[in-house]
Structures are given as structure tokens and as C-alpha cells.
């Protein structure tokens, strides 16, 4: 089956730091998942942070950037200078392709940036 | 602008009744997801839909109905709810095409 692995259950960085937050997946379903990070703010539901559908490209939003690396099979989330109210929990996710299974979601990061 | 809602937002429940738990959509999207999500497991899957009439097991559908009477409407059912119930429950929408999912505020449930 599919899966989302995120090896990290909390980060804690100092601000203006630098960010990564490791997913790694499996899919046995398709050759060319989409790929998804979203993030949840405390007392909120998650949102959509960035997407990428072609592998070898990029995805950026809110300073956040994430590459599609088909043959390490990565989809990590980097931040170059990371600031307070970037606290959040991070998701990555595999995205379903058709109506035979459903979307797979690591387990999340916690990131805390300590001013 | 689309969106998705869930109610209550908080629920205290006792052991050994019943709850139910609604989520609204107004993106007008077929496929339609209930998560947990507990501290060490991120979401899981519940129960989902590909469109009004259908429910369809996600990953731990054990203690849990769930009824998709409309294209906007999607409800998770705890028949006798248990302690190990209580939780965070977040509803979605989505585009089985494109894959990415809207999420309402989720609902905090305790069962005592």
C-alpha cells in the first residue's frame, strides 16, 4: 500500500534559522503521485501549504520550498530563515489519484521557533 | 470562497452513548473524508465517500458509522462511544483528481 514517513515528531529552532523537515514515501499504486505538505496553526484546521504534481520540480509558498525527488522517493520542506510565527505542525501527504483509495498522511511535524 | 464546517466544535460525550458529529462542504466536491488525530499518529482515515450514498472504510473504521445523505453533508456516527474515542476529529473535501483536500476546524471530542 501507500505511505507517508515523517521521521521527526518535533523540531524546535532558534528564528531566523534554517528549516528541514523530512517526509520520505511509498506507493505501490502510481508511478507519479502528487505530493502535498499542509500545515496546521494552533486552533486551526490543517491548510494546504504548497503542492507539486511533476516530479523534479519545485513548490514554494510562505518562503517554504519543497522538491519532488523521484528517485529518493523525497518530498522534504525547507525554509531558509524561519520566524516565530512559523510555529505549526507540518504534514506531508500523498495525494489520492482516483476514487480506489484515499490520501495518506505522515504523522506530522511539530515545529517550534524560539524567539 | 469554498468551504467546510463541522459541528459542534466541541462535544463532551459519555461513555456508552451516542454522538454524531456533521461536516458541510460548499466546494461541490465528490470525495469527502473523516480523520482522527491523536498525538505520535497524525490523521488517520475513518471512513470516507466518493459522493451522496456512499461511505467507504479508511484505515480504522472499527467503532464508527458514517452517512453521506447529500453531496454537502457527511457524518461520523459513534454509536457507543468509548474513552478511547476522544479525540480530534477533522472532516475534508477533495478533488480525486488533483488530490488536495479542504479541511474544516475539526471537533474536539471527550468521552468520559
Known amino acids: 500500500g501507500d505511505s507517508v514517513t515523517q521521521t521527526e515528531g518535533q523540531v524546535t529552532v532558534s528564528e531566523s534559522k534554517s528549516l528541514i523537515i523530512n517526509c520520505t514515501y511509498s506507493t505501490t499504486s502510481i508511478a507519479y503521485p502528487n505530493l502535498f505538505w499542509y500545515v496546521r496553526y494552533p486552533g486551526e484546521g490543517l491548510q494546504l501549504l504548497l503542492k507539486v504534481i511533476t516530479a523534479g520540480q519545485k513548490g514554494s509558498s510562505r518562503g517554504f520550498e519543497a522538491t519532488y525527488n523521484k528517485e529518493t522517493t523525497s518530498f522534504h520542506l525547507q525554509k531558509a530563515s524561519v520566524q516565530e510565527s512559523d510555529s505549526a505542525v507540518y504534514y506531508c501527504a500523498l495525494g489520492a489519484h482516483n476514487n480506489n483509495n484515499a490520501p495518506r498522511f505522515g504523522a506530522g511535524t511539530k515545529l517550534t521557533v524560539k524567539p | 470562497e469554498a468551504a467546510v464546517t463541522q459541528s459542534p466544535r466541541n462535544k463532551v460525550a459519555v461513555t456508552g452513548g451516542k454522538v454524531t458529529l456533521s461536516c458541510n462542504q460548499t466546494n461541490n466536491h465528490n470525495n469527502m473524508y473523516w480523520y482522527r488525530q491523536d498525538t505520535g499518529h497524525g490523521l488517520r482515515l475513518i471512513h470516507y465517500?466518493?459522493?451522496?450514498?456512499?461511505?467507504e472504510k479508511g484505515d480504522i473504521p472499527d467503532g464508527y458509522k458514517a452517512s453521506r445523505p447529500s453531496q454537502e453533508n457527511f457524518s461520523l456516527i459513534l454509536e457507543l462511544a468509548t474513552p478511547s474515542q476522544t479525540s480530534v476529529y477533522f472532516c475534508?473535501?477533495?478533488?480525486?483528481?488533483?488530490?488536495?483536500?479542504?479541511f474544516g476546524p475539526g471537533t474536539r471530542l471527550t468521552v468520559l
Open positions: 465517500s466518493y459522493g451522496a450514498g456512499s461511505t
Open positions: 475534508a473535501s477533495g478533488d480525486p483528481l488533483g488530490g488536495e483536500q479542504y
